[in-house]
């Protein structure tokens, strides 16, 4: 294993999956040594027309989290999604792993509220999620050492996770087609 930046450890496997309806990528972050491992921005597949959701997205990351043999220790949102349902929800009732995002979500959530008129009845203090990570925050993921930054733009709430040597950047960057992501949601 070797000392990335940071002093953070390791080099994870990194398993993406992309979903072309949404043009967004997830993906299946794992410690080669202990098997463990997180998936980062699941998708829950919808359909606008119809109004119906469907998990074929999510369930194709549990076949392969099965096929490695690894064990999923956490469900990693980089910020919450204004262009794609979250399946973060479903794969905690599907396996049990906690959930997470970063802590300016319930900023994020306050002002999404009024935008979007919900209801009182719905909460914006992040108890959708298990854990609420702030700029700096770190875990592991089996021996790999992680990292949460603080990287407002696309939303005031998102979040990269670095994970040894990778950086998970959510909507940071539209690579190697776009360039700097919109920043055009309420609060981006």
């Not at 956490?74 to 979250?86: E, R």
């Not at 990292?147 to 690579?175: C, K, N, W």
Request: hydrophobic share 40%.
């Amino acid at each position: 294993m070797h000392t990335g930046p940071s002093g953070l450890n390791g080099r994870p496997i990194v398993s993406g999956f992309f979903d072309e309806r949404t043009f967004s990528i997830q993906y299946v972050v794992a410690d080669p040594e202990t098997r463990q491992c997180v998936i980062i921005d699941p998708v829950l597949d919808l359909d606008e027309k119809s109004g119906s959701i469907a998990t074929w997205s999510a369930d194709r990351l549990l076949d392969h989290i099965a096929t490695e043999n690894l064990a999923l220790q956490w469900i990693l949102d980089t910020h919450p999604h204004a262009d794609h349902l979250s399946a973060a929800g479903y794969l905690k009732d599907r396996t049990g792993a906690p959930t997470a995002i970063g802590a300016k979500v319930v900023e994020v959530q306050k002002l999404w509220k009024k935008f979007y008129n919900y209801s009182d009845a719905f909460p914006t203090d992040g108890s959708q999620w298990d854990r609420l990570f702030a700029d700096g925050d770190r875990f592991t993921i089996g021996a790999c050492e992680a990292e949460v930054m603080f990287t407002p733009g696309h939303t005031m709430a998102s979040i990269a996770y670095r994970v040894g040597d990778a950086v998970f950047v959510h909507d940071t960057l539209f690579q190697p087609d776009s360039g700097t992501a919109r920043a055009d949601f309420p609060g981006g």
